[in-house]
């Protein structure tokens, strides 16, 4: 079974917008990942936030985490083609070292 | 410096066969982790290996499979193949069990005809 949910599932924006992707989860965690993953093809690490952080920022990727609400989101500023792609929240549960995924968010960002 | 590596890229079996999926890990790093991704949907966690041993599993039968080698490099077997393990089969590593980031590899796409 799955964990985190993403939301929305898919988003269709123009080159220059900010696309902005939230995350649920259900248990208690020890930190919380983002990856995306271009055209069914491995997946890679974006930005790693610990449950003791609530923000934290990567060039144009910006990340927050709610532990009181179980949510986090991912904010990419100023969007390009090639950020086409999925995007898959995963928690860490603690003690486990073990990425739990969501279904992802599919982003389209149109020239 | 070599990230992870999956082989095959591809593969096509029949119902009933048996498959060996093969990942060797991104350099310096010991723990491997197998995941597997139905079409539009987010992987799924099988198990993980660290010291050739399985240290985790998730929710997936005993004919899913594994082992590590000294190299750390690992194998995923499956047995039986059903149509419904068709899927992306994706190999992750990392250093130690520490909840660090995982490095994934390209994954091996497996037909069940």
């Known amino acids: 079974s799955q964990q985190g949910e993403e939301d929305p599932q898919a988003l269709s924006i123009q080159e220059g917008e900010n696309a902005t992707m939230n995350c649920s989860y259900k248990?208690?965690?020890?930190?919380l990942q983002w990856y995306r993953q271009n055209s069914g093809r491995g997946l890679v690490h974006l930005i790693l936030?610990?449950?003791?952080?609530r923000e934290k920022h990567s060039g144009r990727l910006r990340v927050t985490l709610d532990t009181s609400k179980k949510s986090s989101s991912l904010l990419i500023t100023a969007s390009r083609a090639a950020d086409t792609a999925s995007y898959f929240c995963?928690?860490?549960?603690?003690?486990?070292?073990?990425?739990?995924f969501g279904a992802g968010t599919r982003l389209a960002v149109h020239p | 410096d070599a990230g992870v590596t999956q082989s095959p890229t591809h593969l096509i079996k029949t119902r009933g066969q048996q498959v060996t999926l093969r990942c060797s890990p991104k350099?310096?790093?010991?723990?491997v982790s197998w995941y597997q991704q139905a079409l539009g949907q987010g992987p799924q966690f099988i198990f993980q290996?660290?010291?050739?041993?399985?240290?985790q599993r998730g929710n997936f039968p005993d004919r899913f499979s594994g082992h590590q080698f000294p190299n750390y490099s690992s194998e995923l077997n499956v047995n039986a193949l059903l149509l419904g393990d068709s899927a992306l089969y994706l190999c992750?590593?990392?250093?130690?069990?520490?909840?660090?980031?995982?490095?994934f590899g390209p994954g091996t796409r497996l037909t069940v005809t």
């Open positions: 290996y660290y010291e050739e041993e399985e240290r």
């Open positions: 248990t208690s965690i020890n930190n």
């Open positions: 350099s310096g790093h010991d723990t």
């Open positions: 992750a590593s990392s250093w130690r069990t520490e909840n660090l980031e995982q490095y």
């Open positions: 936030i610990r449950s003791n952080e």
């Open positions: 995963a928690t860490v549960p603690g003690g486990y070292n073990k990425l739990i």
